[in-house]
Nanobody, 123 residues
């Protein structure tokens, strides 16, 4: 069983930065991909970023502003969010697939979710 705990959300102004953290337990291998999703009120949960052994990918809406990284020693994945915009307002979820072969780029590919952390960007 994998447990994911996010932290680092908050209320910021447009143009500010935040760093989200996701502490994982129950799975320590960096060969598993990890991802971040977000869900705004009234909208479906959407892919934000994922990190796999050796590469990363991002949604077009955050490319160039967000950076996903991981600290294998701490079993933690981070999402550095720069130049935040009001449209980035959402609950952000850490996500993990069930197997090493799966990339968490759609909600259907995710087996484990964190509880979510709220990010609110004011204009």
């Amino acid at each position: 069983q994998v447990q994911l705990v996010e932290s680092g959300g908050g209320l910021v102004q447009a143009g500010d930065s935040l760093r989200l953290s996701c502490a994982a337990s129950g799975r320590t291998s960096s060969s598993y991909s990890m991802g971040w999703f977000r869900q705004a009120p009234g909208k479906e949960r959407e892919f934000v970023a994922r990190i796999s052994y050796g590469d990363t990918s991002y949604a077009d809406s955050v490319k160039g502003r967000f950076t996903i990284s991981r600290d294998t020693a701490k079993n933690t994945v981070y999402l550095q969010m720069n130049n935040l915009k009001p449209e980035d307002t959402a609950v952000y979820y850490c996500a993990a697939p069930q197997t090493r072969l799966v990339l968490p780029t759609t909600p259907q590919a995710v087996k484990y979710w964190g509880q979510g952390t709220q990010v609110t960007v004011s204009s």
